[in-house]
């Protein structure tokens, strides 16, 4: 099966990352990517006082005009390209700070860090569960995945509760290039559970600056080597539904 180059985790300089959004796209135009989400930080948590993130809804509007203006040239004037509005929300960050600056119908993609306990998901079940409740009627949750995810949190319990959260939910797992330790053979066990619940995987190589966004090969090695070519699938034919 071959898949389109796909690399759905970039920063631009809205957070840590090193360049402006059309950088990013011109970038990914010359490597031959299919598929590209610009990722940038929520955060309000100890993170915040380090980076630049997304903290106010006039940052937000911002960041997403800029992408909307790139989609708009994109659609005019490039085929078979397609940019994604995504957000990485930092699960350390306060409820309240994610439910009154987040408004989900606006991205396609948001990404979840420092998931790394069963705490952890009871705090995203909720605010999943209140997007639900507060989103538009007729519109339907952006693409939901766990960014540079560590599998061996829950390798000594935990390890079913936080597959059925992951189906539930359609929240994808992220092979991401920046830590490869993270989807080792000492991870066997999680991977054959999302081969045998067809939980969707992706790949995003965490890019910081333009070199970074070639590095999609080796996750795709990896997810070949587990098998997963079919998850991926899963999440392809999502994508073509943005
Ligand atoms: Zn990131």
């Given at each position: 099966m071959e898949f389109p180059k796909i690399n759905l985790h970039s920063h631009t300089s809205f957070s840590d990352g090193k360049n402006s959004i059309k950088k990013i796209v011109l970038?990914?135009?010359?490597?031959?990517?299919?598929?590209?989400a610009i990722t940038d930080h929520f955060t309000n948590s100890w993170?915040?006082?380090?980076?630049?993130?997304?903290?106010?809804e006039e940052k937000i509007d911002m960041y997403l005009s800029e992408i909307t203006e790139c989609q708009k040239y994109i659609k005019i004037n490039i085929n078979?390209?397609?940019?994604?509005?995504?957000?990485?929300?930092?699960?350390?960050?306060?409820?309240?700070?994610?439910?009154?600056?987040?408004?989900?119908?606006?991205?396609?993609?948001?990404?979840?860090?420092?998931?790394?306990?069963?705490?952890?998901?009871a705090f995203v079940k909720n605010i999943i569960e209140y997007w639900k409740k507060?989103?538009?009627?007729?519109?339907t949750l952006p693409l939901l995945g766990l960014a540079h995810f560590d599998p061996s949190n829950f390798a000594y319990g935990g390890l079913d509760i936080l597959i059925?959260?992951?189906?539930?939910?359609?929240?994808?797992?992220?092979?991401?290039?920046?830590y490869p330790e993270y989807y080792?053979?000492?991870?066997?066990?999680?991977?054959?559970?999302?081969?045998?619940?067809e939980i969707m995987v992706a790949i995003g190589s965490?890019?910081?600056?333009?070199?970074?966004?070639?590095?999609?090969?080796e996750p795709l090695e990896r997810i070949k080597d587990y098998e997963l070519q079919g998850n991926l699938g899963i999440l392809?034919?999502?994508?073509?539904?943005?």
């Open positions: 970038k990914s135009l010359k490597l031959g990517l299919k598929h590209i993170k915040a006082n380090l980076i630049l993130t997304l903290n106010s078979d390209f397609c940019l994604y509005k995504g957000i990485e929300i930092d699960v350390g960050s306060s409820a309240t700070f994610i439910k009154r600056l987040i408004r989900p119908e606006k991205f396609d993609i948001i990404l979840f860090e420092y998931l790394e306990t069963p705490e952890g998901i507060s989103i538009f009627p007729n519109k059925d959260f992951l189906k539930e939910h359609k929240i994808y797992f992220e092979f991401n290039s920046r080792s053979r000492r991870n066997e066990l999680f991977f054959k559970k999302l081969k045998e619940y965490d890019a910081h600056s333009l070199r970074q966004l070639a590095n999609i090969s392809i034919e999502h994508l073509r539904h943005y």
